[in-house]
């Protein structure tokens, strides 16, 4: 078997970026590590969640764990550097593709003005082969992609605030397309805290939120469901070597992206 190509590091030379996820926890599962690092570089980064997670517990209705869910997912940003947090307002488990969503998400980059749009794996699968993604992950990250263009086209949504036409790239993290990665040694320990967070460990393995793709956490084995065994897995399934100018040097590495980028006309 050869070895997998390294992964191209993901540019730094940038100050601002805008998460956009389906759910409390999606960016705790990958990218929350590699946000620690970027704001620990002093780079701002926004969080902005279509919904509060309030489908996502099988113990408690969502009126109530709407808003548990949302104080986690500040609670888990704030352990990353991350100040400011979005809910929107979109409904767990049912997000819709299509030009309300495009709008929606095309107010927050023109609202927020970043430099860096960050989403998740908008692929049919985790793997790029049988474990299935969840249509809310899919239906956001393909709204994200055309808001992105949307929101630098004036005559698109003119109502709806100030073109911006400064979105370099937009990377996917945890596609199985990646291509680039960075390193998150030094911040892996604040990723898990940030998991933590946002799973509800607090609350007790009972009440914990779904794992991606519907799996109550509860019908897994115990020892498989930690926080830290989460994100090793994660980096696991993305560990690989990440190019460098003089070398390929092995490094933790996690927040495996797909990266996009588009001709920008005038
Ligand atoms: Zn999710």
Not at 66 to 79: D, H, K, M, W
């Amino acid at each position: 078997m050869t070895a997998p190509e390294p992964l191209e590091p993901l540019t730094e030379d940038w100050t601002k970026a805008l998460a956009v996820v389906a759910h409390p926890d999606d960016l705790e599962f990958g990218a929350a590590a590699a946000i620690a690092r970027w704001t620990a570089q002093g780079k701002e980064i926004v969080y902005c969640l279509l919904t509060s997670g309030e489908a996502g517990i099988d113990g408690i209705a969502p009126a109530e764990s709407g808003p548990l869910r949302e104080a986690e997912q500040i609670e888990s940003a704030r352990v990353v550097g991350v100040d400011t947090v979005e809910f929107l307002g979109q409904p767990d488990g049912t997000i819709e593709y299509g030009v309300p969503l495009r709008r929606l998400i095309t107010q927050a980059i023109r609202r927020h003005q970043p430099e860096i749009v960050i989403t998740n794996n908008f692929r049919d699968t985790w793997d790029g082969d049988a474990l299935l993604n969840q249509a809310d992950h899919i239906n956001t990250g393909r709204a994200t992609l055309d808001a992105v263009r949307d929101a630098a086209n004036r005559w698109i949504f003119p109502d709806d605030g100030q073109r911006w036409n400064s979105v370099r790239q937009v990377w996917a993290s945890g596609s199985p397309s990646s291509k680039h990665a960075v390193d998150t040694t030094e911040t892996f320990d604040l990723g898990v805290e940030s998991l933590k967070g946002a799973q509800g460990v607090h609350r007790g393995p009972q009440l914990a939120a779904f794992r991606p793709g519907g799996v109550p956490r509860r019908h897994l084995p115990h020892d498989r469901h930690t926080p830290r065994h989460h994100l090793r897995g994660a980096v696991r399934g993305v560990h690989r070597l990440i190019r460098t100018d003089r070398s390929c040097v092995v490094h933790l590495v996690f927040s495996g992206s797909e990266l996009r980028t588009w001709q920008t006309r005038g």
